[in-house]
């Protein structure tokens, strides 16, 4: 069965300092991941995603993401975080027409 | 830019009442899907559909049923709304793509309390 684990309830991390949101992953076959952003009372929007090719993957405002076969891992990463970062964020992982995402990690980045 | 709609914000429904949710996709997409979303569990697909008149269940399909009479349209009902079914309903539409890779659009969301 496909799964997905986001073993953080929550991140804190200060305004300038690089953050990491973590994601790993168990599904047969080859992975199909995602991540998406949830701001407050919205939908949730597509910030990148790693079909094949290079491990390091880049997204929309700035954020990336690496995905590591080994580790089944595909943690999302910034280098310098900003206060409107501040969101839930989902990872996911894709597989024949269907999405099986994690239960989330609320990102609080304090000026 | 895909546009989804979903046509309400927030409800609020009696135990027992036939609810109606509907989503509109305005790119010819041909995969549209409803999830609900609870705290802690993220997001668990209810039904999804792959073409009109087609419907497949989800993860959690019991005490909801489907329609797609339209490409754009997918209803969602809840056929005697309970309070377990008090929830966030996100609507996502997405293209057939190859082997189901296509990135998922999402709705504002239906926020639906049941009393």
């Known amino acids: 069965a496909q799964s997905v684990a986001q073993p953080e309830d929550q991140v804190n991390v200060a305004e300038g300092n690089p953050l990491t949101v973590k994601c790993t992953y168990s599904?047969?076959?080859?992975?199909?991941l995602f991540w998406y952003v949830q701001y407050p009372n919205r939908g949730l929007q597509f910030l990148l995603k790693?079909?094949?090719?290079?491990?390091l993957v880049k997204g929309s405002y700035g954020f990336e993401a690496e995905f590591n076969k080994s580790q089944t891992s595909f943690h999302l990463k910034k280098p310098s975080a900003l206060v409107s970062d501040s969101a839930l964020y989902f990872c996911?992982?894709?597989?024949?027409?269907?999405?099986?995402f994690g239960s989330g990690t609320k990102l609080n980045v304090k000026p | 830019d895909v546009k989804v709609t979903q046509s309400s914000r927030y409800l609020v429904k009696r135990t027992g009442e036939k609810v109606f949710l509907e989503c509109v996709q305005d790119?010819?997409?041909?995969?549209m899907f409803w999830y609900r979303q609870d705290p802690g569990l993220g997001l668990r697909l209810i039904y999804f559909?792959?073409?009109?008149?087609?419907?497949e269940k989800g993860d959690i399909p019991e005490g909801y049923s489907v329609s797609r009479e339209k490409k754009e349209r997918f209803s969602l009902i809840l056929e005697s709304a309970s309070t377990n079914q008090t929830s966030m309903y996100l609507c996502?539409?997405?293209?057939?793509?190859?082997?189901?890779?296509?990135?998922?659009?999402f709705g504002p969301g239906t926020r639906l309390l049941v009393l």
């Open positions: 790693y079909i094949t090719g290079d491990n």
């Open positions: 996911a992982v894709a597989h024949f027409n269907k999405f099986y």
């Open positions: 559909s792959y073409d009109v008149k087609m419907k």
């Open positions: 790119m010819d997409h041909e995969n």
């Open positions: 996502a539409s997405s293209l057939i793509g190859t082997g189901g890779l296509e990135t998922q659009y």
């Open positions: 599904v047969s076959g080859n992975p199909y």
